[in-house]
Structures are given as structure tokens and as C-alpha cells.
């Protein structure tokens, strides 16, 4: 039977000329006909079909830079860059030059962690098809209820010790202080026994070990997107981390108080798990 689509076009053409056209394929029943074939959600070439609903991505950029900005916005990521530069008298150049050098090494391992997270997904989209959205949707559901539960325990979310510092407890309580200056104290990174490569040899380590978890279900949330798709994502995830690393250390160099910031490290779970949930409905609504 003849598509209802270019039914039109296929008669006017016939009676123009006796020739016996052949059927064409029209893309608009290839795509929405459910008992027809249906184009593959990513190509060989790991790209998207032209036809792939491209409005899903924006919910997605914006939730990835929301997510890395903010994450990179907590004192973590810049404030003992900001303490070790004042014990070391360092310039406010060499700062934000030590700072940007530590960010990309924490971007490029939160990048090479989502290349495998975005490897797996191509292989899970295609042997899933059509029922894709709906299990990175619920996977990203499921990531945010244990962001909620950990929030709601008190739990928050752990980084990483200084380098050469004390182990600290996760305490993100409304009246829990700050550990970094009884940290920074006993670390190397402020000892005049050593020099300024160990100290910014220490400030890299600290931070590239320390991947931003949080980014990482934006990388599954992208797979339908393809190769280009995961490319984009780790651009926002290096503009949004390094602009919020550099913005608040410049800010803190000249004077900025970074006490307002420990509510928010103090909810950051919370924050994610919210942001994951709405994520994970607008994959599904979006992309299904």
C-alpha cells in the first residue's frame, strides 16, 4: 500500500508520465510507523539520525554546567589553592596559573571516566533501542533518590584530604566548621621544608584524584547524542569547572568571604539529587 504521505506526489507524477515509478520511501512513516523498521539511535559513525529530537540536549547542557559550576564552586575545589598561595606569599598570577593547571587535571579525569561511562551507553542504546530513554531516565532517577538519602543522612558528599594533610570526617551539619586551615597546618603544602613544586605538585594531585562525580550520569544522560554529543558535554564540564575554580579564587584573593559558600557545600547532595531527578524525567519525556 502506498504511503498516505506522497500519495499525492506519486499520482500527479504518474499522470504526467506513463513510466511505473517505483515506491519511494517516506521518512515520515519510517520513523513514527511502530510495526515498520526504525532508524538506529546512534550510526556507525557513533552520530545521531538527522531526525533525533536535538530539543533533549539543551536540558542537558544546562544541567551539566549548572552541575560543574556549582560543584566547582565549593570550597574544595579553590579555597586550599587561595590558603597555600598566602603562606607561600605567591602572586595572584601564579595562583590562578597553579589553580587552572590542577582544574584541567581534575576536568581530563572526570573526561576520561565519562568516555567509558559514554563507551558503555552506546552499546547499552543500541542493544536497548527505543526502551533506551527510559532506563537512563530511570538510572538517573535512581542516582538522584541516593543523592536525596545521603543528603537527608547527613552523609553530603566526601572529597579528598590534602595532600600530606589529616583524614577528616564528612560532617556537613548546619554548625559544622570548616577543616581546611587545621588541614593546611600540618601539610607540606605549607611547610617552608619544602618547595613550591612539591606544594603545587601536592595541589595537583589533590584535585585530579578528586573526579567530579557529580558530572558523571550528564555523560549517560548525552549517549543518544553520539560522539559529538559526549564532546560538547566535556567542553561544558571544563568551562563550567575551571570558570567556577578561577572565578571564586580570584574572588577570595581579593578579599571575597568564602563562609557564605558552606550552606551550599553543606546541601550539595541535596542539589544533585534534585537536579538528577528532573534530569532523569526530561530524558525520558524528551528522548521517548
Not at 589553592?81 to 582544574?103: D, I
Amino acid at each position: 500500500m502506498a504511503c498516505r504521505h506522497i500519495a499525492a506526489v506519486q499520482g500527479t507524477m504518474a499522470r504526467q508520465s506513463p513510466s511505473t515509478f517505483p515506491r519511494l520511501p517516506c521518512r515520515v512513516c519510517y520513523i513514527s510507523d511502530s510495526t515498520g523498521p526504525r532508524p538506529p539511535a546512534i550510526d556507525a559513525a557513533g552520530l545521531p539520525p538527522k531526525g533525533m529530537n536535538s530539543a533533549a540536549l539543551a536540558p542537558i547542557v544546562a544541567t551539566g554546567f549548572a552541575v560543574a559550576f556549582l560543584h566547582a564552586a565549593i570550597p574544595t575545589h579553590w579555597l586550599p589553592f587561595v590558603l597555600v598561595a598566602r603562606a607561600r606569599a605567591w602572586s595572584p598570577a601564579k595562583t590562578l596559573a597553579v589553580t587552572a593547571g590542577a582544574g584541567l587535571g581534575h576536568v581530563a579525569l572526570t573526561s576520561l571516566l565519562g568516555l567509558a561511562i559514554a563507551w558503555f551507553g552506546f552499546h547499552l542504546n543500541e542493544a536497548a533501542g527505543q526502551a533506551f530513554p527510559l532506563i537512563a531516565g530511570g538510572i538517573l532517577i535512581v542516582i538522584g533518590l541516593y543523592y536525596l538519602w545521603r543528603q537527608s543522612t547527613g552523609g553530603g558528599i566526601c572529597h579528598h584530604p590534602t595532600a600530606g594533610g589529616q583524614e577528616h570526617h564528612c560532617d556537613h551539619g548546619e554548625h559544622a566548621p570548616s577543616h581546611w586551615d587545621e588541614e593546611l597546618n600540618d601539610s607540606r603544602l605549607v611547610s617552608r621544608s619544602t618547595g613550591d613544586r612539591a606544594a603545587i605538585g601536592g595541589l595537583f594531585m589533590m584535585l585530579t584524584l578528586s573526579p567530579c562525580e557529580g558530572f558523571l550520569p550528564i555523560y549517560l544522560s548525552g549517549v543518544r547524542f553520539g560522539w559529538k554529543g559526549f564532546v560538547l558535554l566535556s567542553v561544558i564540564l571544563a568551562v563550567g569547572a575551571l570558570g567556577a575554580m578561577l572565578f571564586f579564587t580570584w574572588l577570595t584573593l581579593r578579599g571575597l568571604d568564602q563562609i557564605k559558600l558552606k550552606h551550599f557545600e553543606r546541601r550539595e547532595a541535596g542539589l544533585l539529587g534534585i537536579a538528577f531527578c528532573l534530569l532523569g524525567v526530561l530524558v525520558i519525556l524528551l528522548e521517548s
